[in-house]
Nanobody, 112 residues
Framework: VQLVESGGGLVQTGGSLTLSCVATGFAFSSRAMNWYRQAPGQEREFVAGITSGGMTSYGDSSARSRFTVSRNNTANTMYLRMDNLKPEDTAVYYC??????WGQGTQVTVSS
């Protein structure tokens, strides 16, 4: 099992990023997947999730209004589109199989 995140980087306040999580070594299409993030000195928190069938959930109203989680089962990839980014979104973002493995994370830094 391998989960590889990419797409992080440095962006200005109000900018956008799309994170990708490429999955290998398991039946991606049949597994629910989540995005989490961890800011320095803080606990890891749930950001968004998507079921195998494409139903989505978000950690809070801020994520629901600005982020979009999606998946492409043909490409074995999950995405997190993030719009109107804010400095408080700065964190390492991780993808995770529900009940399973974590990716290594990708850094997102939002400058004010």
């Amino acid at each position: 099992v391998q989960l590889v995140e990419s797409g992080g980087g440095l962006v200005q306040t109000g900018g956008s990023l799309t994170l990708s999580c490429v999955a290998t070594g398991f039946a991606f299409s049949s597994r629910a997947m989540n995005w989490y993030r961890q800011a320095p000195g803080q606990e890891r928190e749930f950001v968004a999730g998507i079921t195998s069938g494409g139903m989505t959930s978000y950690g809070d109203s801020s994520a629901r209004s600005r982020f979009t989680v999606s998946r492409n089962n043909t490409a074995n990839t999950m995405y997190l589109r993030m719009d109107n980014l804010k400095p408080e979104d700065t964190a390492v973002y991780y993808c995770k199989i529900v009940g399973g493995d974590w990716g290594q994370g990708t850094q997102v830094t939002v400058s004010s």
